[in-house]
């Protein structure tokens, strides 16, 4: 399948065969331009007139940090070590998440106009979606460092690891929004359906509480949840003195390589149904 990129972008083609596309090298500068371009336009028009800007990115974790905080702490008496700023973690590594396939769900027609545009690589608005919200967790990060301080917890010799989490979720996340992001195209319930599907994730996710609590008879259906061993993992590099268990996380790596390609491959070939959809 060839998709020829022309038009108002600089003329190319790009070969879909294998895992990747053929690109020259001026090819893959152009993407990674038009990515960066995407990116910029994207925080800029949602934080155009607001007068907090990307602080809002922040409410909303914090906000919920606080009903969690008060429930949790003072009335259940959940006894966890360091728990705002482990629950602060954890709602950062599922804001990141739940963003991204939220917004996937819509991308293509909120981009309908771009879409319509000759020799447009459609392929990397859901990717432009995730790196958006990445953007956000990376921002947000300095505050979580500044809780931990706060809270009393030594920065760990392992947070370099922190990068390799991340390239997991990201490669974890794009696979999915590739399938969302087509199917909504066809399915105008897929975003409704997904909205539910991740409120009950969320709560079979160990964000508000540490996986240490769950019951024995339950832990084998938290392993099957790759998102409970990232938000594990995440806090192991950030607030804990020990490794993250790297087992689940290769077999996390793999699925994702093979959900990414699963998924760019079903988005290419529901591509050429776009324009007559949206």
């Given at each position: 399948m060839e998709t020829a990129i022309g038009g108002g972008f600089p003329a190319m083609k790009v070969v879909h065969r294998g895992l990747f596309p053929q690109l020259s090298r001026r090819e893959v500068l152009h993407l990674r331009d038009l990515i960066?371009?995407?990116?910029?336009?994207?925080?800029?028009?949602?934080?155009?007139?607001?007068?907090?800007?990307?602080?809002?990115?922040l409410l909303n974790p914090l906000s919920q940090l606080l009903v969690f905080a008060t429930v949790f702490r003072s009335v259940l008496k959940l006894s966890i070590p360091h728990y705002a700023s482990s629950v602060f973690c954890g709602l950062m590594v599922w804001t990141w998440f739940q963003a991204s396939?939220?917004?996937?769900?819509?991308?293509?027609?909120?981009?309908?106009?771009?879409?319509?545009?000759?020799?447009f690589p459609n392929i990397i608005l859901p990717i432009v979606t995730i790196l958006v919200h990445m953007i956000h967790f990376v921002l947000a990060l300095p505050v979580l460092l500044l809780f931990l301080l706060i809270d009393g917890v030594t920065f760990q010799s392992d947070i370099w690891q922190l990068p390799v989490l991340m390239l997991l979720q990201l490669g974890f996340t794009a696979g999915l929004s590739y399938i969302l992001a087509a199917t909504s195209?066809?399915?105008?319930?897929?975003?409704?359906?997904?909205?539910?599907?991740?409120?009950?994730?969320?709560?079979?996710?160990?964000?508000?509480?540490?996986i240490s609590v769950i019951p024995d008879r339950y832990q084998f259906w938290y392993w099957l949840n790759p998102m409970?061993?990232?938000?594990?993992?995440?806090?192991?590099?950030?607030?804990?003195?020990?490794?993250?268990?790297?087992?689940p996380l290769l077999g996390i790596g793999i699925g994702a390589l093979g959900l990414f390609v699963i998924g760019r491959g079903y988005f290419i070939a529901q591509s050429d149904r776009f324009v007559e959809k949206i």
């Open positions: 960066y371009q995407l990116v910029g336009r994207e925080l800029k028009v949602r934080y155009k007139r607001s007068v907090l800007g990307i602080a809002w990115t396939l939220t917004e996937a769900t819509g991308v293509i027609n909120a981009n309908a106009t771009l879409i319509r545009q000759p020799g195209v066809s399915f105008y319930d897929t975003k409704y359906t997904v909205g539910v599907l991740l409120q009950l994730l969320f709560y079979a996710t160990p964000v508000f509480y540490d409970s061993h990232l938000v594990s993992a995440y806090r192991a590099v950030l607030l804990q003195d020990a490794q993250p268990n790297w087992l």
